[in-house]
């Protein structure tokens, strides 16, 4: 169980590509800051019954809350995909649970 730190990337001047790379059971995404008008990516082994919570806070990470894409689904994400995001928030990561298995990379791409 660890905090993963991403890596950014600029892609022209209106985009940023967030990664999170070898995720495995129980490991959160270190928190990124000032992203709006998102989508995320989710690729790799989801193991047994593995699953990406997209999580966002507005209280500079103290509490983390599921975030959803625009139907109101909760993005929790069980198979690889591209799925958007609803909310804006201060904070954004994702959350990874499933078994030992699992291993996963979550790509965001934001307007910021």
């Known amino acids: 169980m660890a905090i993963k ?6 892609l022209g001047d209106r985009l940023l590509r967030v990664t999170w790379a070898g995720m495995r059971n129980g490991d959160s995404g270190a928190g ?3 992203l709006c008008e998102c989508s995320v990516q989710v690729s790799g082994d ?3 019954d ?5 999580q966002g806070s ?6 983390f809350s599921a975030l959803h894409n ?11 995909g591209i799925h958007a ?7 954004i990561r994702p ?4 078994d030992d298995t699992t291993s996963l990379t979550v790509t965001l791409i934001a307007k910021g």
């Open 5 to 10: 730190t991403p890596t950014t990337s600029r």
């Open 32 to 34: 990124v800051a000032g």
């Open 46 to 48: 989801f193991g047994l």
């Open 50 to 54: 593995g699953e990406v919570a997209i």
């Open 58 to 63: 507005n209280d500079s990470g103290v509490t």
């Open 70 to 80: 625009p139907q109101g689904f909760g993005l929790n994400i069980a198979e690889a």
């Open 85 to 91: 995001v609803a909310e804006f928030v201060e904070l």
């Open 95 to 98: 959350a990874v649970s499933g």
